[in-house]
């Protein structure tokens, strides 16, 4: 399959697995309809004046996270007035004018806007970056913070600025993987972002290209590492050579088995590998990665916790619709126009096809990968 970034076509998985492509498209109305202006038990975006927040509804806070989630979707699907308020609200609330991390955002805020803590988490400033500049591209700059190509290149030449009195970087600049936070020396497998580091090696001031074409390469040779040879699972952290984060103690918890943060890995590289194609190792991880999901975890078990090997323990997941909303997205792996698609791959979309969105107060982050998966395979997420 041709890359979409070569001839700007992107596959409608659905449509290639028989959905109906006006099926497929109400639907994905229907998800943004749902998440935006549901019920209080279904919407996680909320008004204030000219601004919007997106809301962590089992945690009741407005994270980077989930603000420039809400803005990768608002440009996706065309709706600049949602993009705008999420925008001026992280801007005007999330935004560290002084101290080491000034020019980031705070990850975490109250609902009245107050800031919870005084760091950034990089996730955040990635898709706050790229949603501004495929702003920038659909809609065109405004004034101000609506400049959305110079806010996003200001966010990028800070990403990856050296030690100095504003405090770290967000990469590591010896091996130009990204950290978990900016004072750590570890890093987070569903933080790296290749295919976005491919559009901010040509998009992103002049200067600071060449180091986003040198991440590109080094997140995709990290993610051979950090994706277990066997299960084709990642941990939620890891060290720099792929291994599981195993120091979290009494600091950072247990983050290294394939639990919450980890789901969106196989997403990501399934997006990398639809923009770009650079990677045939990708098709390999995505077979193995659905054949462990279906044949020795199998659906039942989903809603288990499982292992970096894949071993299942008895606890069960916090986000079960975000496991079967990722596993479906493997299909976009191994799917080829015109050749048989392996029968895991339809297991797992069939089962996202017939899962809803999730309803109660863990809702926010199975929706937002929900959401996301759904825009990949309908071949809704696009470079703009």
Not at 103 to 123: E, I, M, Q
Not at 315 to 320: A, D, I, S
Request: hydrophobic letters at 35%; one cysteine or more.
């Amino acid at each position: 399959m041709t890359p979409a970034s070569l001839n700007g076509i992107y596959t409608d998985f659905f449509a290639l697995a028989g959905y109906p492509a006006e099926e497929t498209e109400r639907r994905l109305s229907q998800i943004f309809e749902t998440l935006f202006y549901g019920s209080e038990d279904e919407r996680i975006y909320h008004e204030t004046g000219d601004m919007g927040y997106i809301v962590d509804t089992g945690n009741i806070d407005a994270r980077t996270e989930g603000m420039s989630y809400g803005m990768m979707m608002c440009v996706q699907l065309d709706h600049k007035e949602e993009f705008d308020r999420i925008w001026k609200w992280a801007r005007t609330y999330m935004y560290l004018n002084e101290g080491p991390n000034r020019g980031f955002f705070c990850w975490s805020n109250s609902l009245d806007g107050s800031k919870n803590a005084n760091g950034p988490a990089p996730d955040g400033e990635e898709y706050f970056a790229m949603a501004l500049l495929f702003a920038s591209h659909r809609w065109g700059d405004g004034e101000g913070i609506f400049n959305y190509s110079r806010e996003a290149c200001e966010i990028l030449h800070d990403m990856i600025r050296p030690g100095t009195d504003r405090g770290r970087g967000m990469f590591d600049r010896d091996n130009h993987l990204i950290r978990f936070i900016c004072e750590a020396d570890f890093t987070d497998p569903s933080y790296h972002l290749p295919h976005f580091y491919e559009l901010f090696s040509q998009w992103a001031y002049p200067e600071d290209r060449t180091f986003y074409a040198a991440a590109a390469s080094a997140s995709r040779q990290f993610l051979h590492m950090a994706c277990h040879p066997v299960s084709g699972l990642s941990s939620e952290y890891s060290y720099y050579d792929g291994r599981p984060y195993e120091k979290g103690g009494n600091i950072w918890g247990k983050h290294d088995w394939y639990y919450s943060d980890a789901y969106r890995t196989i997403l990501n590289i399934a997006l990398d590998h639809v923009w770009f194609g650079k990677d045939e190792w990708q098709v390999e991880e995505g077979k193995r990665f659905l054949s462990w999901m279906c044949r020795h975890v199998t659906q039942e078990k989903w809603d288990r916790i499982l292992e970096w090997d894949g071993r299942i323990r008895d606890e069960e997941v916090l986000h079960p619709v975000a496991v079967i909303a990722t596993n479906a997205a493997a299909y976009a792996l191994v799917a080829q126009p015109g050749s048989p698609v392996p029968e895991d791959a339809v297991t797992c979309l069939r089962k996202f096809w017939e899962t809803p969105l999730r309803t109660g107060n863990r809702r926010y982050y199975d929706n937002c990968l929900y959401m996301f998966a759904f825009l990949l395979l309908s071949g809704r997420y696009r470079i703009w």
